[in-house]
């Protein structure tokens, strides 16, 4: 009998840190006039009802998987949407400040998607250029870059040998894996909500195994 050869299936490496990139559900919609609270210079909406039912359909999806420890940032979206996922397993997550969302600056409250949708030329400028510092005293991509980069990096380090599912935001998503893949800053902007996405960390280099995986979401 010949010898067979077998296409290559991906084998986690020894000591590398398995890491889901989850996407905060659906948060409450922007009304003008009515801007959103501010946490430490960030908006911070609630979960939308919509934002709930993501959150638990990513714990009906995930309890059964082996997850080390649950990470979250500063802001409530991800606190809320890690709750279902966290009684399930019985882990307390923990804050990570440096992945919170992109700093909108003058459009934090709110006013970023009032003046998306109004297709405002600092927003056009903004994502033409792949730069979150046209908007008027946002942060610039650099600086996400290099902020979520560390940080993620940081987390890998702690956790060799182990899953983390990491509530984020969508441009730290966007941010994490143009990081890791090389690409455009924006090409990974727009993860939906409730989505996974999935790195693999290794002695200081991050790796792309997914991205916006939205299967278990309900339609």
Not at 179 to 206: D, E, H, K, T
Request: proline content about 6%; overall charge neutral; some cysteine.
């Amino acid at each position: 009998m010949s010898e067979e050869y077998r296409q290559h299936r991906f084998v986690l490496p020894a000591g590398a840190c398995d890491m889901l990139l989850i996407r905060h559900g659906e948060s409450e919609a922007a009304v003008p006039g009515r801007p959103f609270a501010i946490k430490d210079g960030h908006g911070d909406p609630a979960l939308h009802p919509e934002g709930r039912r993501q959150a638990q359909a990513v714990a009906d999806h995930l309890a059964g998987a082996p997850i080390d420890a649950i990470y979250v940032t500063s802001l409530r979206r991800t606190h809320q949407t890690a709750a279902p996922l966290a009684a399930r397993l019985g882990l307390t997550p923990v804050i990570e400040p440096d992945l919170r969302e992109v700093h909108l600056g003058e459009w934090d409250n709110g006013l970023y998607r009032i003046k998306a949708a109004q297709n405002d030329p600092a927003f056009e400028k903004a994502r033409r250029r792949q730069e979150w510092g046209e908007i008027p005293g946002a942060e610039t991509t650099q600086a996400l870059h290099r902020r979520v980069g560390q940080a993620l990096l940081r987390l890998g380090a702690a956790h060799g040998d182990q899953r983390l599912a990491v509530f984020v935001h969508g441009g730290v998503i966007g941010a994490a894996l143009a990081v890791a893949s090389g690409a455009q800053p924006f090409a990974f902007n727009g993860a939906a909500n409730g989505s996974i996405s999935r790195l693999v960390v290794l002695g200081g280099q991050m790796t792309v195994r997914g991205f916006n995986d939205i299967g278990h979401l309900p339609d």
